[in-house]
Every structure is written in structure tokens, then in C-alpha cells.
């Protein structure tokens, strides 16, 4: 590089860069690859004004093309960007064009000379003026990653190739940039012209109309009118200007064609000042320096504004970190140590285990139902639900019943009894209640390994092989938990087909079931007497009569009292159940009956006598055939054949009113039975499960795993880490060590930044002079851009027209006698 260090001169920003790397330092910590973004500053005023003399002389390199004839075309956005220095301290310097990507320009000459060269390309080479940006960056170890843009001068007159409405384009295209609320405005103004005809005043003005991020700059300080100097206007005594105003002396065109270097033209700066007396009153608002400085304040305000923020950041960042550090813990050698450590964790796992059957997990979820919110509703919705759809007379048909029934009756004529078809049939439903009440069983099973797999996840991250044991004997543990559950139901199950409670107060009983089934059959048949005419007119006589019968045997059962002693004697008779139902024994008891023939009792007779009429008739065929022998064959008819029994025989059909009461009955018994057994198991089964398995694993599960696992010889073995944990815990403590080293340094920060408001020692390293006199911090306490005119605090805090917004500053808009001026107020230039 041919030009001096960057440092050598004013670098903009070059007092904050220590802050601002620190917290890039805490960005690149925090894994973020956010930066923080600084605002950008744009220099607008007229032609020839000195905006690129300003811009440059902030930057520190000669590179921007100036001089009387050259004018900037082009808005040229200007990107700074810090590279890391060598260990030696230096670091290359170079310029980089978006339209020439790949290519490092290190000899800013030749910068200058592209970016003249590009404005011709686009804006051709005659004055003419284009709002497409040139886009260059700066590396450079000693800037700040900082974006500034040169904007084209305000003109009136067209000249060249500018077309007639030159100055309304170039004006919108500067608004296009100022307008931005994060953006600063250099409102560069020569000295030698009249400010209250200022174009950049103007236009900051409309831009930024409360003046909270306008600065003003007084170029050309040298080359005003002899016996005319700039008091008034860098007073702000001419128009007001709340940041207040910066005089400078750039370098003039003579300066520029002797290649006077920016070092030299601040040194010429500061001497022309020094021989002035009438700024000596001013210094903090006279030269490049102090606009530096002004500039630096803004960023530092900007750059406090942004330190709650990353400081809530970090912190949130450490408590994670901290917790999972904690998570792998230390690591333990000695074997008490060991032994201290595993149980407590066996300890802990237990609990853990136990909070979340018993829904006390801290971690619970509210998305979803879990731990032991999954198993009630295993029992309830899903258990429960599914034994109470089952309708236990559902894969029942009526031929089923008959056929039964006619079992239940063995050789023997059916006498009505459904007692045993009833109790077969209610056998077979309870059976039914057994898979179900296992498959509970295993699902509560798997529910309690799932919940063991999420027990002490992060915890057990670094002990894989602990984990595994432990998976081991808590799933050993559950398997054996099963077996008595799965014992006990199936005693459940077999306990209610084992023994049929008749006597159930809930159960309905035979005399209800009776009486309903009764007024059931008569109204369902009365359809059938006008469809089968036949059937009914065979049975009709019988039938009535059975009906009123068993109305009547009914009556007396219910009633418990016999009206027909004389006929049956009621002890062998009825069998009186212990609920005070009666039931009609099956057998007959030939011994009252008299004769075998005769009057049969049992509920058979109740409902008429075609078993009798039967009998009778067989016993009559077979008594008439003892009776009269055959005498020969020839008197004989041809033999009557039978046909032979198929193999698969069922009820012949009937259509009995008997059997439909019998078939209604039954079904009534059952249901009501069912149900009483079905409210059992769906009671007991959960009980069981719970008892055996859950609750027996909360109480044990702590017990199982000491006496399987707490073995000094297995200490070592189940809390070896692999490798990659040992390694995942220094990596985490050392982010943790860098996070708390970043949350000291925020800590620290405020404090420097203010340092650096106040314009000490940090502009030092730089080679520039210590920049002295500004007021301290106090002025400076408010957010970032937050001051307006609805900000009681910047409006009333006027002391010597300096206001506590962050871009007030010292210098802001004063008369230098303490008198108060309006804030933020420009006047319209037309
Ligand atoms: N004597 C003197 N000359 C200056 C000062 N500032 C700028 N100049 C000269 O004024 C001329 C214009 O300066 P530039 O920096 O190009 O002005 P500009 O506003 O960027 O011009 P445009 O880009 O054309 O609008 C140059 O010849 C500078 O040397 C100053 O403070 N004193």
C-alpha cells in the first residue's frame, strides 16, 4: 500500500472498534452468525460541497475520486470490513467491487480510478448521473465493519448529458438513502455559501425532521471571506440544529493535484484551528477529529442499545449450558465416590418413575396425555368402554338358546328351566372377558416400559451402559409384575364363571325375567297369529291355557306362596335360592307325581302340557301294544320305517309360545348377570393390574435395582463413559468458561463505552491526539433513536440546548451563553 496506515488518520469508528469486536467475539461465541448492525452514515449536501473530501478524511484512504471537475455520479455504498491482523500486528488493506468480484484492488489509486471509470460506464462520460450504486468494500484490520455512502451533489443548472430534472432525480435518490431511520446524516455545507440556502440542511430536514440523527458539517472553513468566520454557523446560532455542527478544512484542490496525504491535511486541520482565535472557544466542534468523535458517541449508543438484548441472550444461553454440563456431571474414580454416585441415581430414577405414575413429573406435558394419564385411560376409555359396547346376547341367535336349552334338558323332555342353558350360556360370556382384561394388562405393561425409557433421558445420557442394565432389570422387573396381574385376572375371570351368583341383588331373577319375558312373547306373537293362522290355531288351546298357567304359578312364586299345595308339595318342588327367588327343579319327582305319566311338576307344566301330552300318548301307544299282541305277520301292515337320524341334528322347529318365553328369559338372565359381571371385572381388573404391576413397581423398583445393580464390581463397568460424553463435557465446559467470559466482558462494556463518550483514551492507539473536553456521559442516558418531540425527556431537557436523547450530544445545537434553543427545528429553504 502505498498510502500511510488507516490508523495514522480519522478513522471513523476507530474508538469503538475495541467494543465492537468484543461483541463480535460474543456473537461468534454464542454461535450466531449475527453481527450488530450499525447504522449506516450517508453524506448529502451540493455539488461540490466536499462530501467526498468529508467521507474520506472520516475513512482515513485516499480513494474517492474528487477534485472540481469529478463528481460523484454514482451513489457509492461503501462497505468497511475488518479482517484479522497477523500475529505481527499488520493485516492487509484492500478494496473488493461487486462488479468485479474476485478482485483485490490494493492500491486505492487504482480504487479511485474504477470507480470513476464505472460511473462512466453506466452514467456515460458527460455529466451524466445514475442512481445505480457502486458497490465497494474496504478490508482492513483497522476499521469498523461500518457501511457509508457517498451520494451524488445537488445541482439545479443541467449540464452534459444530465437531463432537465437532474436536481428532482438526484433529490429522490437521496432521500431514498436518508430516509432510512437508521440511517446518520452528514449534511455537508460549504462555509463560503449561505446555510440558510443549505440543499443538505434542507433535505435532512424533511428527511429527519426531529434531528435526532443530523449532523451538520461546515466544509471549507479555509477559504471563507477574509474578515467572515463560522462561529455563528458552527453555534448553530444561524439554524439550530439539535446534533449541533463540525467545521472542517478538507484538503483543497491544490492540496489534492500535490498529493498531499489525508495525515497531512489533518495536521494542516488542526494548525489552521490553532492559528484561529476566533474558534479557540470551539474546539469540540472544530475538525475531522471531532466529527470522528461525534460520530463514535452515536455508535456507542447505538451499541448500548443493543447490550440488554445480548446480555438476556447470553444468559439465556448460560443457564442452558450450565444445565447441561451439569447433566454430565464430574467425573468419580474413587469407589465411594462411585457407589455415591450410582445410588443416586437409582434413587433418582426410582422417584422419577414414581412422579410420573403419579403424574408429578415437572416436565409434564400439556400437549399430550402422559405418564400415569395414560394408563387411567387405558382403563377407562379404552378397557372400560370396550367391555360396556359388548352385548352379551350379541352372537346369540334364538336357535343358539333353544339348542340349549335342549341340551341342558339331555334325554329328557325340555321342562322349562333355563336355568342351566342360562348358566352355560353365561359361562361362555364371561369367558369372553378374559382376553380383553389380559390384553389391559400388557398395554398398562408397555405403558410402564415406555415410561422407563423416558425416565432420566439427559441424566443417563453419559452412562449408556448403566442404561441399558437398568432398562434390564426394570424390564425383568415388569415381566415378572405381569405374570401375577395376568394370574389374578384370569383367577378373576374363572372365580365369575366358577360360581353364578343368583342371588346377586342386582341380577333380576328368574320370576322377573319371567314376567317380562311373558309380556314380551305375547306382544311379539301377535303379528305371527295373523301370519301363521295354522300354527296358532294348533296351538291356541294349550297355549292360552299355559299362559294364564304360568301367569298364575308366577303370582304364587312371587308371592312365595303355593296355592296348590294338595297338588305339589312345595319343599321338593321349588328350590328357593337364597335371594328368595324361586326356581322350578328340573326333576321330576315321580314320588308326588304319583304316576310318571301324570302331572309333572316343574316349570315345564307351567307353560302347559305337551311334554305331558306326550308322555301320555307314548305311554298310552306303548300300554295298547302290551295290551293287544300280534298275532301274525300276515296281519301285520309293512314295516314302518325311520329315517335315519342326520348326523348334525338340532332342535326340530317350533314356534312355541313356551320356547320363545324360554328363549326371552334366558336372554334376560343373561344380560342381567353379565352385567353384574362385567361391573366386576371392569373394577377388579384395574385393581389387580395396578396392584400387581404399577403400584408394586413404584413401591419395589427401587429395591430390585440395588440388590441387582448397587455391586462394587460392577461400579466401574456401568459408570464407564463412552469417550465421545468425556469429550461432549469439556467441549460444554468450555462454551460455559466462554459464555461467562462474554457475560463479564457485557458486564464491563457500559463502562468502556462511556469511556469512549467522553472521548478518552481509546482514540490513542490510533496516533490521533486525545480528543479532550466533552461533557461526560450523563447526557447521554436515553435508547438509541428514541428521542422526539413526544420524548417529554429530549424536549424538556434542554440545558444549554444539549438534550438527553443518545444522539444528543454535547455539542448539540447551543448559543454559548446556556440559552436554550427549540429542538430539532430546521427552517424550509425553498
Ligand atoms: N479549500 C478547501 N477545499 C475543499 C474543502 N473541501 C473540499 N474542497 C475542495 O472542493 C472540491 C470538491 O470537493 P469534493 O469532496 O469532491 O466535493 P463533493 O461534494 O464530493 O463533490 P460532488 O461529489 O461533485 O458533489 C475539491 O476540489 C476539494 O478539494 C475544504 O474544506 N477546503
Redesign the pocket.
Known amino acids: 500500500m502505498a498510502d500511510e496506515p488507516v490508523a495514522a488518520s480519522a478513522p471513523i469508528g476507530s474508538s469503538v472498534i475495541p467494543i465492537v469486536n468484543k461483541l463480535q467475539d460474543i456473537f461468534a461465541q454464542l454461535g450466531s452468525q449475527s453481527t450488530i448492525e450499525l447504522p449506516q452514515v450517508a453524506?448529502v449536501?451540493?455539488?461540490?460541497?466536499?462530501?467526498?473530501?468529508?467521507?474520506?478524511a472520516l475513512v482515513g484512504r485516499d480513494f474517492?475520486?474528487?477534485?472540481?471537475d469529478?463528481?460523484?455520479?454514482r451513489p457509492l455504498v461503501l462497505q468497511l470490513l475488518q479482517t484479522t491482523k497477523k500475529p505481527d500486528g499488520t493485516g492487509e488493506e484492500y478494496g473488493e467491487f461487486l462488479h468485479l468480484p474476485g478482485k483485490r484492488f490494493y492500491d486505492f489509486s487504482e480504487i479511485r480510478r474504477e470507480i470513476q471509470a464505472e460511473t462512466d460506464r453506466e452514467a456515460g462520460g458527460n455529466k451524466g448521473v445514475s442512481d445505480k450504486q457502486i458497490r465497494l468494500k474496504i478490508f482492513s484490520p483497522s476499521v469498523l465493519d461500518i457501511t457509508l455512502v457517498?451520494?451524488?451533489?445537488?445541482?439545479k443548472v443541467p449540464v452534459g448529458d444530465q437531463p432537465s430534472d437532474i436536481e428532482a432525480r438526484i433529490r429522490t435518490m437521496i432521500m431514498s438513502y436518508i430516509k432510512t431511520p437508521s440511517c446518520l446524516i452528514l449534511a455537508?455545507t460549504?462555509?463560503n455559501s449561505d446555510l440558510a440556502n443549505s440543499d443538505a440542511l434542507q433535505m435532512a430536514g424533511i428527511a429527519d425532521p426531529d434531528g435526532n440523527r443530523t449532523i451538520g458539517v461546515i466544509?471549507?472553513?479555509?477559504?471563507m471571506d477574509r474578515g467572515t468566520d463560522a462561529r455563528k454557523l458552527l453555534l448553530g446560532e444561524v439554524i439550530p440544529l439539535r446534533l449541533g455542527y463540525v467545521g472542517?478544512?478538507?484538503?483543497?484542490?491544490?492540496?489534492?493535484l500535490l498529493n498531499r496525504s489525508i495525515r497531512d491535511a489533518i495536521e494542516a486541520?488542526r494548525k489552521f484551528f490553532d492559528s484561529r482565535p476566533v474558534y479557540s472557544t470551539l474546539k469540540d466542534r472544530c475538525g475531522v477529529p471531532q466529527l470522528a468523535q461525534k460520530l463514535n458517541q452515536i455508535l456507542v449508543q447505538h451499541i448500548k442499545a443493543v447490550l440488554p438484548g445480548l446480555k438476556a441472550r447470553i444468559n439465556a444461553a448460560l443457564t442452558s449450558v450450565a444445565k447441561q454440563f451439569q447433566n454430565y456431571g464430574e467425573v468419580t474414580e474413587s469407589k465411594a465416590g462411585q457407589g455415591a454416585l450410582l445410588l443416586n441415581i437409582l434413587s433418582k430414577y426410582s422417584e422419577a418413575f414414581s412422579s410420573m405414575v403419579e403424574g408429578k413429573n415437572e416436565e409434564m406435558s400439556t400437549l399430550e396425555l402422559s405418564g400415569g394419564a395414560r394408563i387411567h385411560y387405558i382403563f377407562q376409555s379404552i378397557f372400560v368402554k370396550s367391555l360396556e359396547e359388548v352385548d352379551p346376547c350379541e352372537d346369540l341367535t334364538d336357535d343358539d338358546i333353544r339348542t340349549a336349552i335342549h341340551n341342558a334338558t339331555g334325554p329328557k323332555s325340555a321342562l322349562f328351566v333355563p336355568e342351566v342353558p342360562f348358566e352355560v350360556l353365561i359361562r361362555r360370556q364371561i369367558a369372553r372377558l378374559l382376553d380383553p382384561s389380559l390384553q389391559c394388562a400388557r398395554f398398562i405393561y408397555d405403558e410402564l416400559i415406555k415410561m422407563s425409557h423416558r425416565c432420566m433421558v439427559t441424566e443417563l445420557q453419559r452412562f449408556p451402559f448403566l442404561r441399558k442394565r437398568m432398562d434390564e432389570v426394570i424390564g425383568h422387573f415388569l415381566r415378572e409384575g405381569l405374570e401375577p396381574s395376568e394370574n389374578m385376572i384370569g383367577h378373576i375371570i374363572e372365580m365369575e364363571m366358577d360360581y353364578i351368583n343368583t342371588s346377586h341383588p342386582n341380577f333380576i331373577g328368574g320370576s322377573k325375567a319371567l314376567e317380562l319375558a311373558v309380556q314380551q312373547t305375547k306382544s311379539s306373537r301377535v303379528p305371527l297369529s295373523v301370519s301363521r293362522p295354522k300354527d296358532v290355531e294348533s296351538d291356541k288351546g294349550p297355549a292360552s291355557e299355559r299362559g294364564v298357567k304360568s301367569r298364575a304359578i308366577l303370582a304364587r312364586q312371587v308371592n312365595g306362596v303355593m296355592s296348590d299345595q294338595s297338588a305339589r308339595p312345595a319343599s321338593d318342588i321349588e328350590k328357593v335360592t337364597p335371594s328368595g327367588m324361586r326356581f322350578l327343579s328340573t326333576r321330576r319327582h315321580d314320588d308326588f307325581s304319583g304316576n310318571t305319566g301324570g302331572s309333572s311338576w316343574g316349570i315345564s307344566s307351567i307353560f302347559g302340557g305337551s311334554d305331558n301330552r306326550n308322555t301320555s300318548l307314548k305311554e298310552s301307544i306303548s300300554s295298547k301294544t302290551q295290551r293287544e299282541p300280534v298275532h301274525s305277520m300276515e296281519q301285520s301292515f309293512s314295516m314302518i320305517h325311520l329315517r335315519e337320524p342326520p348326523t348334525i341334528l338340532r332342535p326340530s322347529d317350533s314356534n312355541s309360545e313356551t320356547e320363545a318365553v324360554e328363549i326371552t328369559v334366558t336372554k334376560l338372565l343373561l344380560r342381567s348377570y353379565y352385567d353384574i359381571v362385567r361391573k366386576n371385572v371392569e373394577d377388579l381388573v384395574p385393581k389387580a393390574i395396578m396392584h400387581f404391576l404399577v403400584n408394586n413397581t413404584k413401591r419395589e423398583l427401587h429395591n430390585v435395582f440395588i440388590r441387582k445393580l448397587y455391586r462394587e464390581n460392577l461400579f466401574e463397568e456401568m459408570l464407564r463413559e463412552p469417550d465421545e460424553i468425556a469429550m461432549k463435557r469439556k467441549r460444554t465446559r468450555e462454551t460455559l468458561r466462554v459464555l461467562q467470559q462474554a457475560y463479564a466482558t457485557l458486564e464491563e462494556l457500559p463502562v468502556e463505552a462511556d469511556t469512549v463518550e467522553r472521548g478518552y483514551s481509546l482514540s490513542e492507539p490510533t496516533g490521533l491526539p486525545k480528543i479532550q473536553g466533552l461533557p461526560t456521559s450523563s447526557l447521554y442516558t436515553g435508547d438509541f433513536f428514541a428521542a422526539s418531540p413526544k420524548n417529554p425527556r429530549s424536549r424538556n431537557s434542554s440545558h444549554s440546548g444539549e438534550l438527553q436523547s443518545p444522539m444528543h450530544y454535547s455539542n448539540a445545537e447551543s448559543n454559548g451563553n446556556g440559552r436554550p434553543y427549540s429542538t430539532g427545528l430546521y427552517p424550509t429553504v425553498d
Open positions: 453524506v449536501g451540493s455539488q461540490s460541497s466536499g462530501k467526498s473530501s468529508v467521507l474520506e474517492l475520486p474528487r477534485g472540481n469529478i463528481c460523484t455520479r457517498d451520494l451524488p451533489g445537488i445541482t455537508v460549504p462555509a466544509t471549507k472553513l479555509d477559504i472542517v478544512v478538507n484538503r483543497s484542490q491544490e492540496d489534492i486541520e
